[in-house]
């Protein structure tokens, strides 16, 4: 008999929805409950997508000993991170509190029956095992609690109320630090200190895209032409599109990679990923002029469009399982190749295969293999492509998580305003997409998280959906000049301003959970680093100083720890650097702009926007003066160059 999940509209709460555990969705009720009956309260949260939260649903939530414990002593409650994030980060700053360490999901918290949290774990298994980071296994664990508060044990509650007190006190920076220019040595020194020399990338294993750096280092290259940057940018991009955490079968990129090699990935495939990293890969193709970034900023597109698209909007994730088991979908025997490649008249079978790294043994578990490329893509790439996809096609595809959420889709059009300037048709569909999103998530004034495609949305926006959906159409304007885009940009930045914003701090929610936005760039590029590349822009297009000074005061509320660690904030960092060096505006008339898109965007000072005017000319500005104009596209460099100058 289905439980309380089956009237819920989250995916990932319908997938527990027949459970044998008595769930609960988050609601006063269940919180009333416990307090009525005198239960601890077991709060899980995961995401449809995550392959370990599938494997604890598999071990514990399926199982009928530990449902009955939970029955018996627990009201249980089940959070989809994705629906709920004002939640999820209250409770990871739960873990990191209890642990000294990031958590993770699965997140399992441990609550009194009047929902003061005194433990915090990931993934737990059933049983005891020795030396295990969570210690006790879940059966274990549950008991030695339900005794704990029945006996009311005095140690558990004033571990409690002691936790609920740090929880509460709001941490903020030592001091303000003087920001300068020379911060960029160590946020280099640090970036060379994490840079993994072999196979690229800026940790060992597991291995993450981390966007944020990469997109910082190419702004920091523009600036000073370092030969270093150059070299990790380059040596991490091919080495990542290599086979594996990026899917050369399908396209898109998978979450991350479980080695150091980019090779063995959890297949689970976020919009968010490849929405950044689609930006990455334009970038990094107007600064290198690199052909194989443009083909995976189009691949990735393509994925986009094929498989995670309906009505315009965009799907929040793939799972990483299929049929039971990860990976399933992805990987390939050797036989099975060898037979279709035959079949299909693929010359040089043998020599393909050892191309593709498709062996008898295996690249992956239990003999099966991950398609890669180590140099060049072997003859007829395009019909063995094909190949490999029709064989795809008869298996059944991973589940897809059909969410839309108005920051991750705000993200993706992000992403393809920027790859219109390499080809128009995605600007367009930028436009296309970003009318749908309001449409879909702007009722009668008030702005939504998330909704199913086909359902009303319930849950009110946060920080990160203002901040994203006013980035895309601050975009927008960018590449097609409709100041439509700056009133709706500039209504959401006040909205966020009011919101959310106090004296330099940014929450990311308020109301039930009034939540500090982190800064650091963690699974994707902090919603307070987005709302100072918002307001920095806004001021510069419209002449406005008091959004420059909003982005000074978050920059100087946080200049404490960005002075000392700017590897861990890399897009505050980059905004941090803009604010100093300010930006350059480029004014010209429309057509004008439009005309030479491609060759403004390749224009080597990364803080350059472009202004629509009804002069003739090229002029560059700064936000209170122009400095000189040109009638020929090929001299604006040469006479930014000497703005950049006068000014240092």
Not at 149 to 158: C, F, G, N, Q, T
Not at 260 to 270: A, G
Not at 363 to 373: A, Q, S
């Amino acid at each position: 008999m289905p439980n309380r999940l089956i009237n819920e509209d989250s995916p990932y709460l319908q997938q527990h929805a027949n459970n044998p555990v008595d769930w609960w969705p988050w609601c006063d009720e269940a919180f009333e409950e416990a307090q009525k009956q005198n239960k601890a309260i077991f709060i899980s949260i995961g995401y449809s997508s995550c392959h370990w939260c599938h494997v604890m649903e598999k071990e514990i939530f399926e199982d009928q000993e530990c449902a009955e414990i939970l029955n018996n002593h627990f009201i249980s409650i089940k959070v989809d991170r994705e629906e709920r994030p004002d939640i999820d980060k209250f409770y990871q700053e739960v873990h990191l509190l209890l642990n000294r360490r990031p958590g993770g999901w699965p997140t399992s918290i441990f609550c009194t029956p009047q929902n003061k949290p005194f433990f915090a774990g990931t993934f737990i298994p059933k049983a005891s095992q020795p030396g295990s980071v969570e210690g006790m296994g879940f059966l274990e664990l549950t008991k030695l609690i339900a005794q704990k508060i029945a006996e009311a044990d005095p140690k558990l509650y004033e571990n409690a109320q002691e936790i609920e007190g740090f929880i509460k006190n709001i941490s903020h920076p030592k001091e303000a630090t003087v920001l300068h220019v020379d911060i960029y040595k160590n946020f280099l020194l640090q970036v060379k200190n994490n840079y993994e020399p072999k196979y690229g990338g800026f940790s060992h294993k597991p291995k993450f895209p981390q966007a944020s750096t990469l997109l910082a280092l190419l702004d920091m290259d523009k600036l000073y032409n370092d030969k270093a940057i150059k070299a990790m940018i380059n040596h991490t991009l091919h080495e990542m599109t290599k086979g594996g955490m990026y899917d050369l079968v399908d396209g898109g990129f998978c979450r991350y990679s479980v080695d150091e090699k980019w090779l063995i990935p959890h297949f689970e495939k976020m919009l968010y990923d490849n929405a950044l990293m689609l930006k990455v890969f334009t970038k990094a193709y107007l600064a290198y002029e690199d052909p194989h970034y443009k083909e995976i900023a189009l691949d990735i597109a393509s994925f986009i469009e094929k498989f995670m698209e309906e009505n315009n909007l965009f799907y929040s994730a793939s799972d990483a399982d299929s049929e039971g088991e990860e990976g399933t979908y992805f990987v390939y025997t050797y036989d099975e190749l060898h037979q279709a490649f035959e079949q299909n008249g693929i010359l040089h079978v043998d020599k393909v295969l050892e191309v593709l790294n498709i062996t008898p043994h295996g690249n992956f578990e239990m003999g099966l293999n991950v398609v890669r490329v180590e140099k060049e893509f072997p003859d007829q790439w395009e019909k063995i492509r094909t190949i490999l996809q029709n064989i795809r096609k008869k298996r059944t595809y991973p589940f897809i998580d059909k969410k839309i959420q108005t920051s991750w889709n705000a993200m993706m059009i992000d992403a393809f305003f920027e790859l219109g300037v390499l080809e128009e048709r995605y600007i367009q569909k930028a436009q296309t997409s970003l009318s749908a999103l309001m449409q879909k998530m702007f009722i009668q004034n008030k702005l939504y998280h998330t909704a199913l495609v086909d359902k009303t949305p319930k849950v009110e926006a946060f920080l990160e959906d203002y901040a994203f959906l006013a980035q895309a159409f601050l975009n927008g304007y960018k590449k097609t000049f409709d100041e439509l885009y700056l009133i709706e940009a500039q209504r959401f930045i006040n909205i966020a301003l009011t919101e959310f914003y106090d004296k330099g701090v940014w929450y990311f929610s308020q109301g039930d959970f009034q939540t500090k936005a982190e800064i650091y760039d963690a699974t994707y590029t902090s919603s307070v680093n987005i709302m100072i590349d918002n307001l920095l822009t806004f001021a510069s297009l419209m002449a406005d100083e008091k959004y420059r000074t909003f982005a000074f005061k978050t920059l100087e509320y946080n200049s404490y720890d960005l002075s000392r660690k700017p590897v861990y904030y890399p897009y505050m960092f980059t905004q941090m650097m803009r604010y100093l060096k300010e930006d350059r505006i480029i004014k010209s008339n429309e057509q004008n702009l439009k005309t030479h898109l491609l060759e403004l965007h390749k224009l080597p000072y990364p803080y350059t926007l472009l202004k629509s005017d009804t002069i003739e000319d090229f002029m560059i500005c700064g936000m209170m003066q122009c400095f000189s104009n040109t009638n020929d596209v090929k001299m604006l460099d040469r006479y930014l160059q000497k703005t950049l100058f006068s000014k240092e």
